[in-house]
C-alpha cells in the first residue's frame, strides 16, 4: 500500500513571505497531483506531474517533481491570504480505475 | 463550482440508521467516484463507477453500498452507522474512466 507523507502538517506564515511544502511516497508515483481544499469545500486541481524532474509554474506557484518520481515540492512566492487552504498531494493511478491516493496535507495559514 | 452537486450538505443522523448520499456529475461525465476525509483517516477513497458499472474499489465497509443509475447520478448508502461514520463525504466525476477528477462541494454527515 502505497503511503503519502506530507510537511510539515501546520504552517502559519505572514502575508509576502515565502514557503515550501513537501510530499514522499513509499514508491514511484504514477501521476503526481496537487489539490487545495478551502473549508466547506472540496479540493480543487492545482496541477498534474508526471515525468520525473518536471517543473511546473501556476503565478506564485511553483511545483518540482523529483527525479526519481518519489517526492514533490510546491513552493508559494509571496504568500497571500487567498492561498490559506489544505494543500494535498496525490498519486493517480490508472492501473486499477482511477484512484487517488491522498497524502495527510499541509494546512497553510497566511495571516495579513 | 465544478459542477459536481451534493445532496444534502449537511445530514446529522444516529447510530444504527441508514442514510442516502446522492452525487450529480458534471455534465457529459461518465466516471463518479467517492471519497470519505476523516480527521483521523484523510481523504480515502471509497469506489469508483463509470457508465453505470464499478470499475474500481478502495477501502470502502461492507457497510456501505453505492450504485450509478442510468442518468449518470450515483447514490451513496451508509447503513448501520457508527459514531466513526461521522465525516465528509465527497463526489467527483470524469469524462472518461481515466483522467482528471472534479470534485464536489461534499456531504457532511453527524452520527451521534
Known amino acids: 500500500t502505497q503511503l503519502l507523507e506530507q510537511s510539515p502538517q501546520f504552517l502559519s506564515i505572514q502575508e509576502g513571505e515565502n514557503l515550501t511544502v513537501y510530499c514522499n511516497s513509499s514508491s514511484v508515483f504514477s501521476s503526481l497531483q496537487w489539490y487545495r481544499q478551502e473549508p466547506g469545500e472540496g479540493p480543487v486541481l492545482l496541477v498534474t506531474v508526471v515525468t520525473g524532474g518536471e517543473v511546473k509554474k501556476l503565478k506564485r506557484l511553483t511545483f518540482q517533481f523529483g527525479d526519481a518520481r518519489k517526492d514533490s515540492s510546491l513552493h508559494i512566492t509571496a504568500a497571500q491570504p487567498g492561498d490559506t487552504g489544505l494543500y494535498l498531494c496525490a498519486d493517480l493511478n490508472n492501473n486499477a480505475g482511477n484512484m487517488l491516493t491522498f497524502g495527510g496535507g499541509t494546512r497553510l495559514m497566511v495571516k495579513p | 463550482d465544478s459542477g459536481v452537486t451534493q445532496t444534502p450538505k449537511h445530514l446529522i443522523t444516529a447510530t444504527g440508521q441508514r442514510v442516502t448520499l446522492r452525487c450529480s456529475p458534471r455534465?457529459?461525465?461518465?466516471?463518479v467516484y467517492w471519497y470519505q476525509q476523516s480527521l483521523d483517516q484523510g481523504l480515502q477513497f471509497l469506489i469508483q463507477y463509470y457508465n453505470g458499472e464499478e470499475r474500481a474499489k478502495g477501502n470502502i465497509l461492507e457497510r456501505f453500498s453505492a450504485q450509478q443509475f442510468p442518468d449518470l447520478h450515483s447514490e451513496l448508502n451508509l447503513s448501520s452507522l457508527e459514531l466513526g461514520d461521522s465525516a465528509l463525504y465527497f463526489c467527483?466525476?470524469?469524462?472518461?474512466?481515466?483522467?482528471?477528477?472534479?470534485f464536489g462541494p461534499g456531504t457532511r454527515l453527524t452520527v451521534l
Open positions: 467527483a466525476s470524469s469524462v472518461l474512466e481515466t483522467g482528471s477528477q472534479y
Open positions: 455534465s457529459g461525465d461518465l466516471s
